[in-house]
């Protein structure tokens, strides 16, 4: 079953806050449980409503939300945080990564921006949650793949590293077996982007795929590791 994350949104602005609502309900991973117009409300909300996640606006009625961040890693479990701002000094900037924000997003804030933050959320948490025993490419995948080997940067368009490892990651197993939405459920990602890269796989030669007949529905495309 799918983990779905609780989202507080931070924002003064009321037309803003009900955007960012609305596309919050839009997402498949993604509840919003509450709107803090002030620091005041979003103090008291994050201590009931225990959010996973917190979308944060710096410029608040009674204060900035970068000093909101003290509280927030104050808590336990600790949610994590994309800040917005329409402070895009590189003073803010540096504050607001050394208190340990997730993603910081400058206004006025594309929502396909903010679409590409989420879905890097989504691969960081499933990163965290892939294994216990760490290693270098889970710290990669961790710190955002910083270091790109010469192979990933001549993928396609439509095929991004941090994804495609994700997925040649679930076929560590050499048992596996994936249909496109078995394989969106377990990274985080759309069937129609699973579909996209296993179909990528294929042509690679590193999966195969086949038609598989369940009792019930329509046949199904499967894939599995070439041997």
């Known amino acids: 079953m799918m983990e779905i994350y609780d989202v507080l949104i931070v924002e003064d602005e009321a037309n803003l806050a009900d955007y960012h609502s609305h596309y919050l309900q839009q997402t498949q991973r993604f509840r919003p449980i509450g709107i803090a117009k002030t620091i005041a409300e979003a103090q008291q909300m994050l201590r009931i409503l225990k959010p996973k996640l917190v979308l944060l606006d710096n410029y608040l009625t009674d204060g900035k939300g970068i000093h909101l961040l003290n509280d927030i890693s104050a808590m336990t ?9 329409a402070a895009n000094d590189m003073e803010t900037v540096k504050d607001a990564v050394r208190r340990g924000v997730f993603d910081y997003l400058i206004k006025p804030i594309s929502y396909d921006r ?3 933050s989420l879905e ?3 691969k960081y948490t499933n990163s965290l949650k892939a294994s216990d025993n760490i290693n270098q490419r889970h710290v990669d995948e961790l710190f955002k793949f910083q270091s790109k080997s010469s192979a990933m940067q ?7 590293e941090l994804t495609l490892e994700l997925v040649i990651d679930a076929f560590s197993n050499s048992e596996a077996v994936f249909t496109s939405v078995s394989l969106g459920e377990l990274t ?8 996209r890269y296993l179909e990528y796989l294929t042509a690679q030669g590193f999966l195969s795929a086949e038609i598989q007949h369940g009792k019930v529905g329509r046949p199904e495309r499967v894939y599995r590791k070439s041997a």
């Open 120 to 122: 890097r959320y989504l």
């Open 188 to 195: 985080g990602v759309s069937k129609t982007t699973a579909r």
């Open 154 to 160: 001549t993928l396609p368009k439509g095929i991004d």
């Open 77 to 85: 479990p600790t949610p994590d945080v994309l800040f917005i701002s």
């Open 114 to 116: 903010l679409e590409d």
